[in-house]
């Protein structure tokens, strides 16, 4: 059973950062993604980085050039470091663990990125 666990969530002015963790527990298999979405109010949730298991990443180009997503393998951690933070980053950001095939999705419980004026 794979486990996701978010932390790193909170309330920070824009232009602050923010860096979130998830910690990731169990066998998600060899080919996989490791990626964080984001939900606002009202808005569909939305992916916001991921990385494969070769390494290979994408930002959404709202995001590009302000987050770092990184992961340490032999922590079994994925991190989201936010920099810059503006008021349309506010949202629920959800860490997601997947197999390439698609068969195998997994959620975090999510946490609350809050970024006021």
């Known amino acids: 059973q794979v486990q996701l666990v978010e932390s790193g969530g909170g309330l920070v002015q824009a232009g602050g950062s923010l860096r979130l963790s998830c910690a990731v527990s169990g066998d998600i298999g060899r080919d996989n993604i490791l990626g964080w979405y984001r939900q606002a109010p009202g808005k569909q949730r939305e992916l916001v980085a991921h990385v494969t298991n070769m390494g290979s990443e994408y930002y959404t180009r709202s995001v590009k050039g302000r987050f770092t997503i990184s992961k340490d393998n032999a922590r079994n951690i994925l991190d989201l470091q936010m920099n810059d933070l503006k008021l349309e980053d506010t949202a629920v950001y959800y860490c997601?663990?997947?197999?390439?095939?698609?068969?195998?999705?997994?959620w975090g419980q999510g946490t609350q990125v809050t970024v006021s004026s």
């Open positions: 997601n663990a997947k197999t390439l095939s698609g068969k195998l999705d997994y």
